[in-house]
């Protein structure tokens, strides 16, 4: 019998993009500058919360955005608009962000003139989950529709990430989400994270989420983080 | 308003794939090594023809196969209890094999002692169309049991083969497959391409196909190709 050669793609993969994100993480902390990954399901509300958050920190922080899309630019367009530099990544089908696609966008942005960088990653809660992209900080919204069970059918997202933004609490009301039953079942899988419930249509809980990014900013900017 | 950088990651991708595929074959080329790519949907027949192939070939050539899986060995394990070299590329969820991974099978293997290599690569019509390996010819196989419609549907993978193996033509009596509409759907997409039909089965218009494949091989040895 001939010997079996086995070559593992997966693994090979996924520990070079671990290395590139690494050496993006070291980058942009010579540079003090604040990376935060954010990732969701589609429609959950990321490019919303973007522009909310923008609102409450471009005056204090000079900010840019990564826009992730499968195959369009229109959340980047949303972002020049409000005069904030966006760079576009098209994944033309492919369903996260890694490492390599945001060492790409970083050469397109004037690095020295920022303090802090916000990537809207593919709407998706598997994957990206998988692929570290450089972050200072991994945030990510589940919005009240998806449903209070979604730490028991994706538990790595909610394990990579320091903050969970829970979105779209004016539906509250309207449902039978379960807040403190979801803020058990995260807790358990990842004792360390922040919640924070908002609403990107009212305004509720965005001003404590803009305080607690304002001050991840801060300590990398004073060298910290 | 800002200004909106873009960067297409898929095209990136495909063209960073197609320099790379081109370097493969001519390396093989020098060493006159004939690679053939073979496409097919999952359970079209691909680890069959190629069992029925090397029963043909094995004496005239020195051959070995490069088998693609999500996430499996069987298909090698076959090939080596025939006393075959064969390299086990597990993409662990990629749906098609590029040619960054038959760079890596190919350190795998002692090229100076081979005269052809198989490539299967993974069950699917649609992305290993348009990922190029580097290899001298791209064979697919479609089954009679999967119609005679695959040709309006996957015209992409229809195109990019030199040859089409239907297979599994025991089944023709017990289906209304229409083998002259299909080969009518195949030509109006591929003039130039071949057509065999066989049955791994019962070994009907195999030797055909492995005349013409020894010929192609035979070819490649010569300097041709």
């Known amino acids: 019998m001939a010997e079996l050669r086995l070559i593992e793609i997966r693994e090979d993969i996924l520990s070079d993009n671990q290395a590139l994100a690494g050496q993006i993480r070291e980058g942009l902390r010579a540079k003090r500058i604040f990376l935060m990954n954010l990732m969701a399901s589609p ?27 499968i195959d369009s630019q229109v959340d980047a367009e ?10 576009q990544i098209r994944t033309g089908g492919f369903c996260h962000l890694d490492a390599s696609m945001i060492e790409k966008a970083l050469k397109e942005l004037d690095l020295d003139g920022l303090d802090a960088l916000i990537v809207e990653n593919i709407g998706n809660l598997v994957c990206p989950a998988e692929f570290d992209i450089g972050s200072t900080r991994n945030v990510m919204i589940l919005s009240v529709p998806e449903g209070d ?27 039978d989400f379960d807040m403190e039953a979801l803020k058990e079942r995260v807790v358990r899988l990842n004792p360390g994270i922040r919640i924070f419930p908002v609403s990107c249509r009212t305004g509720q809980g965005i001003d404590d989420w803009a305080q607690w ?13």
């Open 213 to 225: 990014l304002a001050a991840e900013i801060e300590k990398t900017k004073q060298g910290g983080n």
């Open 43 to 69: 429609g959950g509300g990321k490019t919303s919360l973007i522009l909310e958050t923008l609102k409450r920190l471009r005056g204090r922080f000079r900010m840019a955005v990564i826009e992730g899309d």
């Open 78 to 87: 949303k972002i020049i608009r409000e005069d904030i530099p966006a760079v």
């Open 149 to 175: 069970d979604k730490p028991l059918k994706y538990p790595l997202m909610f394990s990579v990430c320091d903050v969970l933004v829970v979105n779209k609490t004016d539906y509250l009301g309207m449902s």
